[in-house]
Structure formats: structure tokens, C-alpha cells
């Protein structure tokens, strides 16, 4: 059975960081492109990053130079690292897990992630 479980959401100040972590169960990791994405209310879901194989890497251009996306295979775990964080960093955000050749995509829960004074 495929899980995804996000973790690391929390209320942060401006100028703050925070790491977010997503463990894939299932057997998946290492052959899927892994992604953040990001849904604030009433806006449509965004991609914010996106790790497709190795370190080939993608990002919104509202996040490029602030945020990191990385994989450790060995512990089954994407990462998001969210530095210098800004108000309207703040929404739910998922983690995904996809591949087009076999045909999944798969979705965390989502954690909140909250930027305010």
C-alpha cells in the first residue's frame, strides 16, 4: 500500500525557515518523480518544486533561491527546505509522488505551513 506522510508544517515567523519531510511507503520511491506543491485558499494547487531523477531539480519561480527540494533513497524521504519565508508562502502543502510511464500519482495529507508576525 502507497503512503505518503508529510511532516515539519508550523507557524514561522517572516524571514524564518522550516524543513518539510515526506516518507513514501510502498516501494515507489525510486522510481517516481517527487514533487511539493502548494494550495492556498481559494487558489489552485501549484507546484513548488519538483525532484525528477538525481538531483535534476525544478522550481516555481516564487520560490527559486529560497527553497530546496532533496531525496535520500535510503530513508524513502523527500525534503522541502523553505528559507527566508515570506507571508504569501503560506498554504497547505502536499507531497506527490508520480510516474507517467506506470501510471500513479499519488498525494500526501498536506501540512500547513503558516508565515506571519
Known amino acids: 500500500q502507497v503512503q505518503l506522510v508529510e511532516s515539519g508544517g508550523g507557524l514561522v515567523q517572516p524571514g524564518g525557515s522550516l524543513r518539510l519531510s515526506c516518507v513514501v511507503s510502498?516501494?515507489?520511491?525510486?522510481?517516481?518523480?517527487m514533487g511539493w506543491y502548494r494550495q492556498a485558499p481559494g487558489k489552485q494547487r501549484d507546484l513548488v518544486a519538483q525532484?525528477?531523477?538525481?538531483?535534476?531539480?525544478i522550481y516555481a519561480d516564487s520560490v527559486k533561491g529560497r527553497f530546496t527540494i532533496s531525496r535520500d533513497t535510503a530513508k524513502n524521504t523527500v525534503y522541502l527546505q523553505m528559507n527566508s519565508l515570506k507571508p504569501e508562502d503560506t498554504a497547505v502543502y502536499y507531497c506527490?509522488?508520480?510516474?507517467?510511464?506506470?501510471?500513479?500519482?499519488?498525494w500526501g495529507q498536506g501540512t500547513q505551513v503558516t508565515v506571519s508576525s
Open positions: 506527490n509522488a508520480e510516474n507517467s510511464r506506470r501510471g500513479y500519482n499519488y
Open positions: 510502498g516501494g515507489i520511491f525510486s522510481i517516481s518523480t
Open positions: 525532484i525528477i531523477s538525481g538531483s535534476t531539480t
